[in-house]
């Protein structure tokens, strides 16, 4: 079977350790794999071509989705699940789906403009971050209704969310199939080059990431979870994230994609 990446240009660019194992473990059970960036070629659109028997989105930029989007509808095979990897990636649809699915969540409103939040805010502190937003590129906390009138001019779809008072360090939680690993790791804008801490997965957290994986139907992705008071809380679902401080995840993450490729065969 013949298995193509699609990838993104990472930061420093360099492979993937992880990825790379990945595919000497795909090519030990018989497979030819590539991989590519969407952004380096000019691609048909008017006649997409499908050259692989399976695809794997391991870039979240709108280019390669919007490419992935063509190779699904032109009846390729993409994992993750390409309708999953949207709902996960738009926030707005994520949050009313974790709802539905029982897992944790804080409350979520869409507004075009921060202001629109003036009364949420006179109720407790806010989150507002992009709706579509990545890498915590424009995230911010606001305490009051003057915190908010201070905010730099954002663009709209924005996601105004319930802060959710945490230990000031995430639990990015990992999960491919029915594996789950936790690492924790303060958040800031570089972060996602930092390997977290590992630390053991609890039921509670086990079970909202498998909530997550059937009710949206990925198989290889992440929840950002802030263990508050109350309970562990999703505030962000990724597909196919980086794994950094997961022990060995190569194997398994291998593994997750071989299963995948059975159902393609089948
Ligand atoms: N509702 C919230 N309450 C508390 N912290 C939050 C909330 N939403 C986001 N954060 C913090 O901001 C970080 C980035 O937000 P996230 O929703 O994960 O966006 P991104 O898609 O950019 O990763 C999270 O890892 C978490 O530390
Ligand atoms: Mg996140």
């Not at 240009?9 to 993937?16: G, N």
């Not at 990545?134 to 001019?153: C, I, K, N, T, Y």
């Not at 008072?165 to 790791?185: F, I, S």
Request: charged share 20%; proline share 9%.
């Amino acid at each position: 079977m013949k298995i193509t990446f699609l990838l993104t240009r990472r930061v420093p660019d360099v492979p993937s350790p992880v990825l790379v194992e990945v595919a000497r473990h795909l090519r030990a059970a018989g497979h030819e794999v590539d991989g590519w960036i969407p952004e380096d070629r000019l691609l048909p659109a008017h006649e997409v071509q499908v050259e692989a028997d399976m695809y794997v989105l391991k870039s979240h930029t709108e280019h390669a989705l919007s490419y992935a989007a063509a190779l699904h509808d032109a009846g390729a095979h993409v994992v993750n699940d390409y309708g999953a990897c949207l709902l996960a990636q738009d926030k707005v649809t994520a949050a009313r789906l974790m709802r539905e699915l029982g897992v944790p969540t804080p409350d979520t409103w869409v507004a075009q403009r921060p202001e629109q939040a003036a009364d949420l805010v006179g109720e407790g502190p806010l989150i507002i971050k992009p709706h579509r937003g990545h890498r915590g590129a424009g995230v911010h906390l606001v305490q009051d209704r003057s915190e908010l009138a201070a905010l730099p001019a954002m663009d709209g779809p924005l996601i105004v969310q319930r802060h959710v008072p945490g230990p000031g360090e995430d639990l990015k939680v990992y999960v491919a199939g029915e594996t789950v690993w936790a690492v924790r790791k303060t958040f800031d804008a570089m972060s996602f080059t930092r390997p977290g801490r590992p630390v053991p997965v609890t039921p509670e957290v086990y079970e909202a990431a498998q909530r997550v994986r059937h009710g949206f139907g990925l198989e290889l992705f992440g929840v950002d979870v802030i263990e508050s008071p109350d309970g562990p809380m999703v505030v962000d679902v990724n597909y196919f994230p980086g794994y950094k401080g997961c022990p060995e995840p190569a194997p398994v993450i291998a593994e997750t994609l071989l299963a995948a490729a059975r159902v393609v065969a089948a």
